[in-house]
């Protein structure tokens, strides 16, 4: 896991301005800095974090051949892709996943991106062809923003980066910073970004970018559509599935760790890990701030059944200052505090020397686990367990509409546009939901110098579910019925007895109740930054639900930071 850079120019790269380029993203990589000059024209950086063969020899940018690397992520199964290339004829001098890229690329070309088990950023020069070859992996878990003008192209890690280069004058697109507040906070849905000149390589797509005539080209190499995984079809296939899943996660020259809130996607990670290393650490964030949010109880259930060390945090009494530097390494606001809180287990995490995370991101969006999804429970079930379901029926009357109200606000599309449980996962895989998430995963982690490591995430259990019957996903008439019936006898029983979980729940309401800011003076601060925008028509402090009015306060704490940098 790194911090990547790449800048080629049509005139001398000033080095001095690249090295602080990269040094403001020192946090994604504390053990190693690296530049490597191809010509004057054309510098690639890299800043890493010591994961996989730490030995000095996989420092980065790594050359081999005609062809040179900077890579932010982890390819989990570069020991089966090597031992497949060694029969080709290869051979390798590390036992890092960096040298697997290379000399599959050198094999496969584009296609070598269709063996990855992983999650991936990276740039790779071919002197032959004198191309940049730029990937993302198929998910969006890693980020990969660029920069190209007449004169100038830049890759980062980071938008940060971007501020740090002379010639590079940023301004605000407006229109996206307005989405960010009608759309309940969704801000990563395409290519773009808060500034005009930056955008985002998508993920599931590559770049060509061409040194010699200074274009580019993008390629989608992944789409949901062209999955050809079969569906999972038995608990005993999604445990498998999972276990394997895991397995290749903790593949790392470190030792891992898991976040734990007590909910499911987390408890399984953690039992899971337990059996490969039973020195275990987890974190965990607690709710102290309003008691009726507070679920400890399963947490210490867990900790009950499945006996390591747990570390807690709790919001801060000074939860000013922290919001301010979470939102630095964000680079962006985020929708609700649940990032801060997240920000705060990563960062205990640090405090106790982890560098690898295993974290649960990515589950509800594929085993079901939003309210939205009680609309793709089949009849039948509800028939079979209307003795049981009584609880689920009166949360499903009186929570489903206001929860689709609070989350999907203005930005989801009509339910009835999504016919089946499947259209509705794609939906928030690619389009709303999963990539902020996935931004604040990594923001959080890697501003910690920690990897953070998504096992729901791989891409068999991805496709698996999305293929699965609706039968099998919601058995026993549950949300994500398919995880909780797989592992129901490994699990405390008063954890399939709850209706509600939120990961990172966090004190909005009581906080905004208690006067932390005022939401009327946070809009009259937008209304004068950006005067243009259509405020009064679609935004009303008298009507605004407590995370839009958290969003406008996140927004200006945002603008008040990025104030100096950006004319």
């Not at 759309?183 to 290519?191: I, L, T, V």
Request: glycine share 4%; with cysteine; proline share 4%.
């Amino acid at each position: 896991m790194c911090g990547i850079g790449l800048h080629a120019s049509l005139y001398p790269v000033n080095s001095d301005e690249f090295n602080v380029f990269m040094q403001s993203i020192l946090h994604r990589g504390p053990d190693h800095q690296a530049q490597l000059h191809i010509n004057n024209k054309l510098i690639l950086g890299t800043n890493r974090l010591a994961i996989i063969d730490t030995n000095p020899r996989s420092n980065q940018p790594f050359s081999y051949k005609h062809l040179c690397i900077t890579f932010n992520g982890a390819i989990y199964n570069y020991i089966e892709i090597a031992n497949d290339l060694k029969k080709l004829g290869h051979s390798f001098e590390t036992e890092s996943d960096t040298e697997v890229i290379l000399h599959a690329y050198e094999e496969y070309g584009p296609d070598c991106l269709h063996k990855f088990n992983g999650m991936w950023a990276f740039a790779i020069h071919d002197q032959k062809t004198n191309t940049i070859f730029a990937a993302r992996d198929r998910f969006s878990i890693k980020p990969l923003y660029f920069y190209h003008d007449s004169e100038h192209f830049l890759l980062a890690s980071e938008i940060k980066q971007f501020k740090f280069i002379e010639h590079i004058s940023l301004s605000y697109n407006e229109q996206h910073i307005f989405q960010y507040l009608k759309n309940g906070g969704f801000k990563n849905y395409n290519n773009k970004t808060i500034y005009n000149e930056i955008n985002q390589v998508e993920g599931g797509t590559y770049m060509i970018f061409n040194l010699d005539n200074f274009s580019k080209n993008f390629y989608r190499y992944y789409t949901f559509d062209s999955m050809n995984t079969k569906g999972i079809n038995t608990n005993v296939e999604l445990k498998s599935i999972l276990q394997e899943s895991i397995q290749i996660r903790l593949r790392a020259d470190v030792k891992k760790a898991t976040t734990l809130s007590g909910g499911i996607d987390s408890s399984i990670l953690t039992l899971e890990t337990l059996r490969h290393q039973q020195n275990l650490r987890s974190y965990s964030y607690i709710e102290t701030t309003d008691k009726s949010l507070n679920e400890e109880h399963y947490l210490y259930e867990i900790l009950e059944k499945y006996p390591h060390i747990n570390h807690q945090v709790t919001l801060p009494d000074k939860l000013e200052s922290i919001i301010k530097e979470c939102i630095y390494y964000q680079d962006e606001p985020p929708a609700s505090l649940s990032t801060i809180a997240q920000f705060l287990v990563y960062k205990l995490a640090h405090s106790k020397g982890e560098k690898v995370v295993l974290s649960g991101q990515g589950a509800d969006e594929i085993f079901g686990g939003y309210p939205r999804f009680f609309s793709f429970i089949p009849k039948i079930f509800l028939i079979l367990y209307i003795k049981n379901s009584f609880p689920l029926i009166r949360y499903l009357k009186s929570k489903i509409r206001k929860s689709e109200e609070q989350l999907f606000k203005n930005g989801a599309s009509p339910l009835e546009v999504f016919h089946n449980s499947k259209a509705y996962s794609k939906y928030l895989l690619q389009s709303k939901g999963l990539r902020d998430l996935l931004h604040y995963e990594d923001r959080n982690s890697m501003a910690h110098s920690i990897e953070s490591r998504l096992p729901y995430l791989d891409y068999r259990m991805v496709e698996g579910m999305l293929n699965a019957r609706s039968l099998f996903k919601f058995q026993l008439a549950k949300l994500k019925g398919a995880l909780f019936n797989t592992y129901k006898k490994d699990l405390p029983k008063t954890l399939f007895k709850r209706i509600k979980k939120l990961a990172f729940d966090t004190p909005e309401k009581k906080l905004l109740a208690n006067g932390f800011f005022s939401p009327e003076e946070e809009l009259q601060k937008l209304q004068k930054r950006f005067p243009s925008l259509p405020w009064n028509e679609n935004l009303n402090t008298k009507k605004l639900n407590e995370f839009t009015a958290w969003q406008l306060y996140f927004l200006n704490v945002f603008l008040d930071q990025d104030l100096e940098i950006v004319s």
